[in-house]
């Protein structure tokens, strides 16, 4: 008489199914998880060049704002949290956002074109909510 699960001498046999079932659980949660950090970063922005930038340490705690200049139409669209905002009602969500963190920083990603009193607008939203931790994304040509 052959129990369900065990070898031929006696021993318990590995079962693989559940074990793959778990890996590809861990795996569709990784993927989720990366592709939430990806949709953060705006591919259409040109990022200007930078020879003497560093990489940075790590994304944690950051605040996003991407910047794409539209030549043709002569203006910025500014989104945050994949949305476009106006920089007046972002700075209460980013005061919470300080408040929750302290550590918390602003990232800004802005085409090379764009004039610098869009890039200084979301400066100073930064700047009202009390985060001074603001970074630049370059390219490091």
Same mark, same amino acid.
């Given at each position: 008489?052959?129990?369900?699960?065990?070898?031929?001498?006696? !021993?318990?046999? %590995?079962? $693989?199914?559940?074990?793959? =079932?778990?890996? @590809?659980? @861990? @795996?569709? %949660?990784?993927?989720?998880?990366?592709?939430?950090? +990806?949709? *953060?970063? =705006?591919? #259409? $922005?040109?990022?200007? /060049? /930078?020879?003497?930038?560093?990489?940075? !340490?790590?994304?944690?705690?950051?605040? +996003? %704002?991407?910047?794409?200049?539209?030549?043709? !139409?002569?203006?910025? $669209? #500014?989104?945050?949290?994949?949305?476009?905002?106006?920089?007046?009602?972002?700075?209460? =969500?980013?005061?919470?956002?300080?408040?929750?963190?302290? *550590?918390? *920083?602003?990232? $800004?990603?802005?085409?090379?074109?764009?004039?610098?009193?869009?890039?200084?607008?979301?400066?100073?939203?930064?700047?009202?909510?009390?985060?001074?931790? +603001?970074? %630049?994304?370059? @390219?490091?040509?």
């Amino acid at each position: 008489m052959a129990g369900a699960g065990s070898g031929g001498d006696g !021993e318990p046999e %590995f079962q $693989i199914a559940p074990m793959i =079932d778990v890996l @590809l659980v @861990l @795996l569709i %949660f990784f993927m989720s998880i990366a592709m939430t950090a +990806v949709t *953060r970063y =705006d591919p #259409t $922005i040109e990022l200007p /060049a /930078a020879p003497d930038a560093n990489k940075k !340490e790590n994304s944690e705690g950051e605040l +996003v %704002f991407n910047i794409a200049w539209k030549a043709a !139409e002569n203006r910025a $669209i #500014t989104t945050y949290d994949d949305a476009p905002v106006n920089l007046d009602a972002v700075v209460p =969500d980013l005061a919470s956002q300080k408040k929750a963190n302290p *550590r918390v *920083r602003v990232l $800004i990603r802005s085409d090379a074109l764009t004039p610098v009193r869009y890039v200084s607008a979301v400066v100073d939203a930064a700047a009202k909510a009390g985060i001074s931790d +603001v970074t %630049f994304a370059t @390219l490091n040509r």
